[in-house]
């Protein structure tokens, strides 16, 4: 019966120290763009949030093209998936600058401190293409968080249009905050250091914490800000191909340690 009130207060405890080590006084909290305020209020409470025509058409299609060649041109470095699905170019944006400009948008980056209150770094751009396979997981492999104790900002920008059979990115609103967390473990049976569940524990989730989820259908040029505390999943693909780029932010103090884990599995061409 203790067990419960343990697992809370180890991410109370968790959760106290990654704010206390996190916060920073030295992000401007009142420099943000008009196009960015009703984004951050809508991601402070559900944890994502949507800015449509981000990009134009145009431009979406240079950078398809753009993965295409380096998926071709670095073919046995990319990784993939068992069902040759999900083709992902970490650290893509060393190896192009149209990819590197969506890791340097400035707006994007101010966005994200203000949202986490303390100062980010880019730890890595990854480019994907997620093909349709049978069998096919998705992106990401199914329902997962990125983290059971931080708070994680990701930028998203969907590079062809997404409908519900090219594997859109879906999200538990409301699944990102330390109270959700707190719930899972006392409501719904989920364990402290849970990152990975069924489909039977999603809806456990869902039913208890009375959480809904949203997936995110949009057309190309779409920016998905999001925090990937939340529970999320890029639906398995039915039909067709979905691009995307995405932006991994770490807090300062985080950053050695994320840049080590992803140095894993950067692209590595030499």
């Not at 083709?87 to 401190?113: N, Y």
């Not at 930028?155 to 899972?184: M, W």
């Not at 719904?188 to 809904?212: C, P, V």
Request: glycine share 6%.
């Amino acid at each position: 019966m203790l067990k419960p009130q343990i697992d809370i207060l180890k991410t109370e405890l968790a959760y106290s120290y990654f704010r206390l080590r996190s916060y920073n006084k030295k992000v401007d909290l009142s420099k943000i763009s008009a196009q960015f305020e009703k984004a951050y209020e809508e991601i402070k409470r559900d944890g994502v949030t949507v800015i449509e025509n981000y990009y134009d058409s145009a431009h979406c299609e240079s950078i398809r093209n753009e993965i295409n060649r380096l998926i071709e041109l670095y073919k046995e470095f990319i990784w993939t998936d068992k069902e040759n699905s999900d083709h992902r170019i970490f650290g893509a944006e060393k190896f192009s600058e149209i990819i590197k400009a969506f890791s340097q948008d400035l707006s994007i980056h101010a966005f994200g401190e203000k949202y986490l209150k303390t100062k980010l770094k880019l730890t890595m751009t990854l480019a994907a293409r997620l093909d349709y396979q049978e069998g096919n997981l998705g992106s990401g492999g199914g329902w997962h968080r990125d983290s059971v104790i931080f708070n994680e900002f990701k930028s998203i920008i969907y590079l062809s249009d997404v409908e519900k059979d090219n594997g859109p990115f879906t999200y538990i609103l409301g699944s990102h905050t330390q109270e959700s967390v707190k719930k899972a473990i006392q409501q719904a049976d989920i364990k402290y250091d849970q990152y990975r569940f069924n489909e039977e524990e999603i809806k456990q989730i869902s039913n208890s914490l009375q959480l809904k989820s949203k997936t995110f259908t949009a057309k190309q040029g779409s920016l998905i800000l999001v925090d990937t505390r939340g529970i999320h999943i890029g639906s398995p693909i039915q039909k067709g191909s979905r691009y995307a780029l995405t932006n991994y932010f770490s807090p300062e103090f985080r950053y050695e340690k994320m840049m080590k884990h992803c140095n894993k599995v950067i692209l590595k061409t030499n």
